[in-house]
């Protein structure tokens, strides 16, 4: 049983277009975590979270934690190519499912 | 600096025979992970060290998988006797503090158990 579950589990699309991720919990965590994984390559962090209703920004990607401290988004705008790979969500250390994004040229 | 170093990248074995997977982490790091990922059930944590001492191995899936950390720069992952189920990529990663979540793993280690 997956603590985290993220959502959608695929996602392909042209690039340009805008996308939103997913990861939800009934779980209240102190904070959470998102990484990027590109093949043959362990988890690279992006970002952390802690505030519930925070709101944080790395260039294109913007990383929000809910309000209530269960869920969080990553909102990609004009997506590359180069974001290309799996989104993974965690939290006290495990891990969600991961969401697979392909970004076509 | 160096990130998190595993060994080997891969590994080929046949069933039955035992496999040492290598982990250094980051020097100073005082939290070592290991975690286990397949297509079927994602990225699973196997068990956990806070300055060297297992702190929680509940997700260590049977007596034939045993972890060691004799000194703050080296961690195995033990698996005797391998069995074809368990291949998959082993990941270690290290965090500088404990329950930050911000972990840097390794490459990983490929192992196929034939």
Not at chain 1, 88 to 104: D, I, N
Not at chain 2, 16 to 44: A, D
Not at chain 2, 64 to 83: C, D, G, V, Y
């Amino acid at each position: 049983t997956q603590l985290l579950e993220q959502s959608p589990q695929f996602l392909s699309i042209q690039e340009g277009e805008n996308l939103t991720v997913y990861c939800n919990s009934s779980s209240v965590f102190s904070s959470l975590q998102w990484y990027r994984q590109e093949p043959g390559e362990g988890p690279v962090l992006l970002v952390t979270v802690v505030t519930g209703g925070e709101v944080k920004k790395l260039k294109r990607l913007t990383f929000q934690f809910g309000d209530a401290r269960k869920d969080s988004s990553l909102h990609i705008t004009a997506a590359q190519p180069g974001d290309t790979g799996l989104y993974l969500c965690a939290g006290a250390e495990r891990f969600g499912a991961g969401t697979r994004l392909t970004v076509k040229p | 600096d160096a990130g998190v170093i595993q060994s080997p990248r891969h590994e080929v074995t046949e069933m039955g025979q035992e496999v040492t997977l290598r982990c250094k982490p980051i020097s100073g790091h005082n939290s070592l992970f290991w975690y286990r990922q397949t297509m079927m059930r994602g990225l699973e944590l196997l068990i956990y060290f806070n300055n060297n001492v297992p702190i929680d191995d509940s997700g260590m899936p049977e007596d034939r998988f045993s972890a060691k950390m004799p000194n703050a720069s080296f961690s195995t992952l033990k698996i005797q006797p391998s069995e074809p189920r368990d291949s998959a990529v082993y990941f270690c990663a290290s965090s500088l503090a404990w329950g930050s979540g911000e972990l840097f793993f390794g490459e990983g280690s490929r192992l196929t158990v034939l």
